[in-house]
């Protein structure tokens, strides 16, 4: 794993298991999930959440989203070093790993048996000499008697990489103002947002082009936009004659600022992590041992709102055009983004011998999965703000005149008077319980070897209890709401070994069937009515069982090859939004819906309304299966490559995707 140069286990499936199909990973993605730093795993692209991620076989405390749902569990807080190894598998595998897995299964084998001591540095840098990063890890184990320990750290942290460490922004703007001027100037058919460069864009707000007032020459520019770099030196007529000069030309420079090359490349990623494992030795194979991790995975982003385009009316004392005109410019406004996501879990079990060669295994985790979102923005007091730079005169009392076109360190000293913080943060917490009771040994003696079985009982908690969102700008009565989900499973499976694969030329040799039959009852909880206006709201309680199973052969009809063959179904949990009612009171026509039985008038037009959509309490789980048939050339790696040729067809029956009408519709 160490030998892999990945920095997280979310880079090393990306980079080693071609079924991840997640396209982009969130530690790349800063445009929509802004210091997140968690891992995404996507098996055969059928969605994260149908692929279920283990460590030592073992389900994570989910990890709360903003979105009010169970999400898919991190795994990058796991340093590679503490991994023994990562076991995949790219089928659906309900009937032993139980809801969720109909993309596939990611289980992370944990080191655990280390004797000694080892402390391990780890640093490097880009090919262009930055984003540097650094690791330090140790571990030491030993063992006295009956008594075997180990406990491992490990600290990672990077560099920030920006905007202007990279040319991307930089080349792809020069080639959208050179291919299409007018759609870069007006994306999505309107002033707003121009990528914010460093001068001060002036665009015609009439399409007409632009001519300087009479009194300031009456110039005729010959066309609709033009710039004044900023820092300019010079009086106004200086002024005036450099956005003469630049008619017709676009700044295509990243400003130097948050919005331009102070902004993230990547989200910033900083983890903690220590590790420990205990056993002690009872009696004859009579084992107690206790697991725990914990991990602290942060991510960070600067960020910035693109300038907006100011409308500025023809005789404002700032505009020295004849026709009012929008004005895009940098300004100081941004701030940080992070994501912060704290995960811990305890197992402690007890294994037992029983007569028969059997045993039994009596197991309780406890966890938590902590996420904690905090924005911490500098942001503009908006309707001062735009009256300012709209009509040339202060916002307001005691605030200061904006002119854009002035001097440029005047103007940057003036707006900061209309500058507020508008910090926002949101916690969430999932508490965690996993019971089980598993029972495993043999049955009977056939040709190939025992036939053994595997018996299991299990109890799963999850439950988010409600938070407060806390906003700085405006104080808010708003909560995330409360949700919890229990899982009761019973499961069997039993391995048959029909044929040897020794001392016969059978070219059934080495048949061995495996069979696993699962039983899950899922009940959730959560608002009958989505309102994040109310701490407390009533809840409702939605129940749904599931069978599933996993039916498989193998054969090894020559030498060195082995075929194998299965069928496996499974399920997976509808989001809980998909039960909930969302309801939202209107007290204006802002819907857009028109209603005919009221002579088409706008709905709104004669007072406040409630609008509502409703889930469904009798949407079922999806279902899916998978059918598998392969080769495995080498099975054992003893004289070379393990080579497999594999066919899987997965279907999905019942699927739940979403779909959007028109309000009209």
Same mark, same amino acid.
Do not use: C
């Given at each position: 794993?160490?030998?892999?140069?990945?920095?997280?286990?979310?880079?090393?499936?990306?980079?080693?298991?071609?079924?991840?199909?997640?396209i982009?990973s969130?530690?790349?993605?800063?445009?929509?999930?802004?210091?997140?730093?968690?891992?995404?795993?996507?098996?055969?692209?059928?969605?994260?959440? /149908?692929? *279920?991620?283990l #460590?030592?076989?073992?389900?994570?405390p989910?990890?709360?989203? +903003?979105?009010n749902e169970?999400d898919?569990?991190?795994?990058?807080? #796991?340093?590679?070093?503490?991994?023994?190894? $990562?076991?995949?598998l @790219?089928?659906?595998?309900?009937g032993?790993?139980?809801p969720?897995?109909?993309?596939?299964?990611?289980?992370?084998?944990?080191?655990r048996?280390?004797r000694?001591?080892?402390?391990t540095?780890?640093s490097?840098?880009?090919?262009?000499g930055d984003?540097?990063?650094?690791?330090?890890?140790?571990?030491?184990?030993?063992?006295?008697?009956?008594t075997e320990?180990?406990?491992?750290?490990?600290?990672? /942290?990077?560099?920030?990489?920006?905007?202007?460490?990279?040319?991307? $922004?930089?080349?792809?703007?020069? *080639?959208?103002?050179?291919?299409?001027?007018?759609?870069?100037?007006?994306?999505?058919?309107?002033?707003?947002?121009?990528?914010?460069?460093?001068?001060?864009?002036?665009?015609?707000?009439?399409?007409?082009?632009?001519?300087?007032?009479?009194?300031?020459?009456? @110039?005729?520019?010959?066309?609709t936009?033009?710039?004044?770099?900023?820092?300019?030196?010079?009086?106004?007529?200086?002024?005036?004659?450099?956005?003469?000069?630049?008619?017709?030309?676009i700044?295509?420079?990243?400003?130097?600022?948050?919005?331009?090359?102070?902004?993230?490349?990547?989200?910033?990623?900083?983890?903690?992590?220590?590790?420990?494992?205990?056993?002690?030795?009872?009696?004859?194979?009579?084992?107690?041992?206790?697991?725990?991790?914990?991990?602290?995975?942060?991510?960070?982003a600067?960020?910035?709102?693109?300038?907006?385009?100011?409308?500025?009316?023809?005789?404002?004392?700032?505009?020295?055009?004849?026709q009012?005109?929008?004005?895009?410019?940098?300004v100081?406004?941004?701030?940080?983004?992070?994501?912060?996501?704290?995960?811990?879990?305890?197992?402690?079990?007890?294994? *037992?011998?029983?007569?028969?060669?059997?045993?039994?295994?009596?197991?309780?985790? $406890?966890?938590?999965?902590?996420?904690?979102?905090?924005s911490?923005?500098?942001?503009?007091?908006?309707?001062p703000?735009?009256?300012?730079?709209? +009509?040339?005169?202060?916002?307001?009392?005691?605030?200061?005149?904006?002119?854009?076109?002035?001097?440029?360190?005047?103007?940057?000293?003036?707006?900061?008077?209309?500058l507020?913080p508008?910090?926002?943060?949101?916690?969430?917490?999932?508490?965690?319980?996993?019971?089980?009771? /598993?029972?495993?040994?043999?049955?009977?003696?056939?040709?190939?070897?025992?036939?053994s079985? +595997?018996?299991?009982?299990?109890?799963?908690?999850?439950s988010?209890?409600?938070?407060?969102?806390?906003?700085?700008?405006?104080?808010l009565?708003?909560?995330?709401?409360?949700?919890?989900?229990?899982?009761?499973?019973?499961?069997?499976?039993a391995?048959?070994?029909?044929?040897?694969?020794?001392?016969?030329?059978?070219?059934?040799?080495?048949?061995? *069937?495996?069979?696993?039959?699962?039983?899950?009852?899922?009940?959730?909880?959560?608002?009958e009515?989505?309102?994040?206006?109310?701490?407390?709201?009533?809840?409702?309680?939605?129940?749904?069982?599931?069978?599933?199973? @996993?039916?498989?052969?193998?054969?090894?009809?020559?030498?060195n090859?082995?075929?194998?063959?299965s069928?496996?179904?499974?399920t997976? @949990?509808?989001?809980?939004?998909?039960?909930?009612?969302?309801?939202?009171?209107y007290?204006?026509t802002?819907?857009?819906? /028109?209603?005919?039985?009221r002579?088409?008038?706008?709905?709104?037009?004669?007072?406040s309304?409630l609008?509502?959509?409703?889930?469904?309490?009798?949407?079922?789980?999806?279902?899916?299966?998978?059918?598998?048939?392969?080769?495995?050339?080498?099975?054992?790696?003893?004289?070379?490559?393990?080579?497999? #040729?594999?066919?899987?067809?997965?279907?999905?029956?019942?699927?739940?995707?979403?779909f959007?009408?028109?309000?009209?519709?």
């Open positions: 794993m160490r030998s892999a140069h990945r920095d997280n286990l979310d880079q090393f499936l990306r980079a080693r298991v071609p079924a991840n199909a997640d982009v969130p530690l790349l993605d800063v445009g929509s999930l802004s210091g997140a730093s968690n891992s995404r795993v996507d098996l055969r692209g059928l969605g994260a959440r /149908r692929t *279920l991620t #460590i030592d076989g073992r389900r994570m989910s990890l709360p989203s +903003t979105s169970f898919q569990a991190d795994l990058n807080g #796991i340093p590679l070093g503490a991994i023994e190894r $990562v076991e995949v @790219t089928s659906t595998s309900g032993i790993s139980g969720g897995g109909v993309g596939g299964v990611v289980n992370v084998i944990l080191r048996d280390y000694g001591a080892e402390l540095a780890t490097g840098i880009s090919s262009r984003a540097k990063r650094i690791q330090v890890e140790g571990r030491i184990g030993f063992s006295s008697g009956r320990a180990m406990v491992y750290g490990s600290i990672a /942290r990077s560099q920030q990489l920006e905007f202007g460490q990279r040319d991307f $922004v930089r080349r792809a703007r020069q *080639l959208a103002a050179k291919n299409d001027a007018i759609g870069y100037l007006f994306p999505f058919g309107t002033i707003s947002p121009v990528p914010a460069s460093n001068s001060v864009f002036v665009v015609s707000a009439t399409s007409s082009p632009l001519v300087l007032d009479a009194d300031k020459g009456g @110039t005729a520019l010959g066309s936009y033009t710039f004044l770099p900023l820092n300019f030196q010079g009086n106004q007529s200086d002024r005036l004659a450099e956005l003469v000069r630049n008619a017709g030309k700044d295509t420079s990243l400003s130097r600022d948050y919005a331009g090359s102070k902004r993230s490349l990547t989200n910033n990623p900083s983890v903690s992590s220590i590790l420990f494992s205990a056993r002690q030795g009872l009696w004859d194979d009579a084992e107690l041992f206790v697991d725990g991790m914990y991990y602290h995975n942060a991510g960070q600067n960020l910035a709102s693109e300038s907006p385009g100011l409308s500025t009316s023809s005789n404002a004392g700032s505009n020295p055009f004849r009012p005109v929008y004005f895009t410019f940098p100081e406004v941004g701030g940080t983004d992070q994501q912060k996501i704290d995960v811990w879990r305890i197992v402690s079990g007890l294994i *037992l011998p029983l007569p028969g060669d059997w045993k039994a295994s009596l197991e309780f985790a $406890v966890g938590r999965s902590h996420f904690r979102f905090s911490q923005l500098l942001g503009l007091s908006n309707l703000y735009f009256q300012a730079i709209s +009509t040339g005169v202060p916002g307001g009392a005691g605030l200061p005149a904006l002119d854009p076109l002035g001097d440029w360190q005047a103007f940057q000293a003036a707006y900061t008077a209309y507020t508008q910090d926002t943060t949101l916690r969430t917490t999932n508490r965690f319980t996993d019971a089980s009771v /598993r029972l495993a040994g043999p049955v009977t003696r056939l040709p190939g070897g025992p036939l079985l +595997t018996l299991l009982a299990e109890l799963r908690r999850e988010v209890p409600s938070e407060r969102l806390e906003v700085s700008v405006v104080p009565d708003v909560y995330t709401p409360h949700r919890g989900q229990r899982v009761l499973s019973g499961y069997a499976e391995r048959a070994p029909i044929l040897p694969i020794d001392g016969t030329s059978s070219p059934l040799r080495g048949l061995e *069937l495996q069979v696993a039959v699962r039983f899950d009852r899922s009940s959730a909880t959560l608002p009515v989505a309102d994040p206006f109310s701490k407390t709201p009533p809840l409702t309680s939605i129940e749904r069982d599931a069978f599933m199973f @996993t039916a498989g052969a193998r054969i090894f009809p020559l030498q090859i082995m075929a194998r063959g069928f496996a179904t499974g997976v @949990t509808p989001e809980f939004s998909r039960f909930q009612t969302f309801e939202q009171t007290t204006n802002s819907l857009g819906v /028109r209603d005919p039985k002579g088409n008038r706008l709905v709104g037009s004669d007072g309304f609008h509502q959509s409703n889930g469904s309490r009798d949407i079922r789980q999806e279902l899916g299966s998978t059918l598998s048939a392969g080769l495995v050339f080498n099975p054992e790696g003893m004289r070379g490559p393990r080579i497999s #040729i594999d066919y899987s067809r997965i279907s999905i029956r019942r699927g739940i995707e979403s959007f009408l028109t309000n009209q519709q």
